[in-house]
């Protein structure tokens, strides 16, 4: 039940947007072994006026993409592949063919099973009573 939330400079389509959902979906699903059906991608598209690196404009585009988990369910090389794999997308995508700012950043998050949930229960919960199929 992964989150992604990307902000990204300058903002983008709707067609874009549901480009970069599919493939972000798709990517953590392959590499993290996530399910696809609870994994949410939020966006945020952000004017180059609101965005700074070094103190100075942006020069090209840029993003910041932050994707929670449960901690300890990933390991090292998985979460390596995914900010790997992740940053090669964004920049395919919002740079087309050129790149993105060099400070765009891939961030995993990775929060105790007790911290978070879905549907009104923790991860902890869910991993000690699974919900029965009906």
């Known amino acids: ?14 067609a874009r947007y549901r480009q970069m959902a599919q493939a972000l979906t798709t990517l953590t699903a392959q590499l993290l072994g996530k399910r696809r059906e609870v994994t949410a991608v ?3 598209g952000l004017p180059a006026a609101q965005w700074y690196v070094g103190g100075d404009e942006l020069q090209r585009p840029t993003a910041l993409l932050e994707v929670s988990i449960t901690a300890g369910t990933n ?3 998985e979460k390596a592949a995914f900010v790997s794999a992740a940053f090669a997308e964004l920049q395919h995508q919002l740079a087309e063919g050129g790149a ?10 990775e929060l105790p099973a007790t ?6 229960r923790t991860q902890q919960a869910r991993k000690r009573t699974p919900v029965q199929a009906k």
């Open 115 to 120: 911290d978070w949930g879905y549907g009104g």
């Open 100 to 109: 993105l700012e060099e400070a765009s950043y891939v961030v995993v998050r």
């Open 75 to 77: 390991t090292v090389a």
């Open 1 to 14: 039940m992964p989150t992604l939330t990307l902000k990204v400079a300058p903002p983008q389509t709707p």
């Open 42 to 44: 939020i966006f945020e």
